[in-house]
Structures are given as C-alpha cells and as structure tokens.
C-alpha cells in the first residue's frame, strides 16, 4: 500500500490547513493536530465513529487501498465543536460493482445514520483505459472543487483552505 512522505501540517492564522489541496497525512497525525492538540468532547467522539467508520469500510472492502479527502470543519482550527467530519473515499471501480449495496451503509445520507456525525460519499475510481474515466476525473475535480475553499461568507467571498488525503 502507498504511503505519503511524513510532513508536518501548516494551518495558517485563520485556522485553515495549507497550501489549497489535498494534503498527504495520517490516522496519527489526524488525531494528533485535530482531537488532542484540539481537545473537545464532540472532536474525540467524532474521530472514534470515524475509526469505526474506516475499520468497518476496510473490513468490507478487504485489501483494496482505501484513498480518503477529509475535510469540513473537523480539520480545521476555527470550530473546537464540530458536528461532523466530510469525507470522499476513492475506490476502484471493480469493487465497488463487485460490493454494490453493500456500499449504501457507508454513503450518506446512510452514513449519518450508521454512523453518527460521519457526511460520507464514495467515487468510484476507474482505470484509464476505460469509457468512464473521464467520469472519475470529473468527479474528483468536483470533490476537490468542493474541499480546497470555504462557503461564501458574508461579503460572498471564500477562502483557499487544504484537506487532509489519507490512505488506508
């Protein structure tokens, strides 16, 4: 399974992580700069339905690596009691048409409810020699489109924020 290089996260004055994009992290350092540097009840019972959350999709999709953005407010500075944590996890297209609604627990609006707090989506990850890559492409660019700026704030502007990548 691939691994990122180890760096540390830069989170600026605002309390977003940087640069704008998909940052290369992991289960520890997650926990580390988001629930113990960042103490709350809600963020540690967050990450613990997240664990079980990853565990059980792991469990389900057996030895296929497992590529998640993770984003919204939980990997951020700005709000010490977040409600949920966002995420896109990347899986190849085999398995997902071999799991079909096996997948549906880990979805949302499922997701919220098999797992409390947790705002889950899945894009199907289709090799490059196949008609429906270019719907993968598509639909990473919408995910990252989605992840690397805040919401429009009161003066309709957004901010550059980063997210976290994670490989399970």
């Known amino acids: 399974m691939k691994t990122h290089p180890r760096r540390m996260l830069t989170i600026n004055e605002a309390g977003y992580l940087e640069p704008n994009t998909a940052i290369p992290s992991d289960l520890t350092e997650m926990e580390k700069t988001f629930v113990i540097e960042y103490s709350s009840v809600e963020r540690s019972a967050l990450f613990e339905m997240y664990q079980q959350y990853i565990e059980d999709l792991k469990q389900l999709c057996g ?6 953005w993770i984003n919204g407010s939980f990997i951020t500075k700005r709000k010490p009691r977040p409600s949920d944590i966002d995420m896109v996890t990347f899986i190849d297209s085999h398995t997902v048409q071999k799991l079909g609604e096996k997948l ?11 797992y409390p707090g947790i705002d ?15 719907l993968f492409k598509s639909d990473t660019a919408y995910w ?3 992840f690397d700026t805040t919401r429009r704030n009161r003066q309709g502007q957004k901010e550059p924020k980063g997210f976290l990548e994670i490989i399970h």
Do not use: C, G, W
């Open 144 to 146: 990252h489109n989605q």
């Open 104 to 114: 549906r627990p880990f979805v949302y609006p499922q997701s919220k409810s098999n």
């Open 63 to 68: 030895d296929t690596p497992l590529r998640q």
């Open 120 to 134: 889950a989506y899945i894009v199907e990850v289709y090799p490059e020699d196949s008609n429906k890559f270019m």
